[in-house]
């Protein structure tokens, strides 16, 4: 099975513009989850999506959105880039499949992640 | 709220020696912990999981940790370390009872291998 695929892996931005990242979950997986990675933050959580529909959002600015489709593939965009925003976005998968998909509990698959440079 | 607590940020450790990394985690609710490994230039893999059961897990590669319910701990640790495991361990936290999967992570430890 092929593994949590993001494109594109590394990226420069110029501060003011926007930004869009994509992820393509294992197949089969139908959560995603995105997650930023920087040296003074560490890794915080944005968003979750689940069936084409947010579950769960982090704490950051509405600059930062998120959408999945129907074949679980998902992307998130940054607008109005800030020289902040530079970081390693990372997207996770998970089989999260079930009427109760909150006590089935899945493992998380990460992505390689997308290296963005805001300058 | 939910956070974790890496106590080391950096851990120099020669080859063949024990290696313990520490986590602790303050959370109002139950939760499911993890410890996650990132190689340079890579993403998370997840090393080793507790979801309830066993208080002591342990992955393939020889790492294990123990989860301490009343120190609120998951301390990592691997008896013999080798070159390969030189990398950035990540504990992590998420909430039991809620729907979806975010999880909470440490501010990481960056485990050094020396020869």
């Known amino acids: 099975k092929a593994g949590v695929t993001q494109t594109p892996r590394y990226l420069i931005k110029t501060r003011g513009q926007q930004v869009t990242l994509s992820c393509s979950p294992i197949s089969g997986h139908r959560s995603v989850s995105w997650y930023q990675q920087t040296p003074g933050q560490g890794l915080q959580f944005l968003f979750e999506?689940?069936?084409?529909?947010?579950?769960n959002k982090g704490n950051f600015p509405g600059r930062f959105s998120g959408r999945q489709f129907s074949n679980s593939r998902s992307e998130m965009n940054v607008s109005t880039l800030e020289l902040g925003d530079s970081a390693l976005y990372l997207c996770?998968?998970?089989?999260?499949?079930?009427?109760?998909?909150?006590?089935?509990?899945?493992?998380?698959?990460f992505g390689p992640g997308t290296r963005l440079t805001v300058t | 709220a939910q956070s974790v607590t890496q106590l080391d940020s950096q851990v120099p450790v020669f080859e063949e020696a024990p290696v313990e990394l520490r986590c602790n985690y303050s959370?109002?609710?139950?939760?499911?912990l993890f410890w996650y490994v990132q190689y340079p230039n890579q993403g998370l893999q997840l090393l080793l999981k507790y979801l309830s059961g066993s208080t002591l897990v342990e992955s393939i590669n020889g790492f294990e940790a123990e989860f301490n319910k009343s120190q609120t701990s998951f301390h990592l640790r691997k008896p013999s370390v080798h070159i390969s495991d030189t990398a950035e361990y990540f504990c992590?936290?998420?909430?039991?009872?809620?729907?979806?999967?975010?999880?909470?992570f440490g501010g990481g430890t960056r485990v050094l291998v020396k020869p």
């Open positions: 999506y689940f069936s084409e529909t947010q579950r």
């Open positions: 996770a998968s998970r089989h999260a499949g079930g009427a109760h998909s909150g006590s089935i509990f899945g493992e998380q698959y």
């Open positions: 992590a936290v998420s909430d039991r009872g809620a729907a979806g999967n975010k999880l909470t």
């Open positions: 959370s109002s609710v139950s939760v499911y």
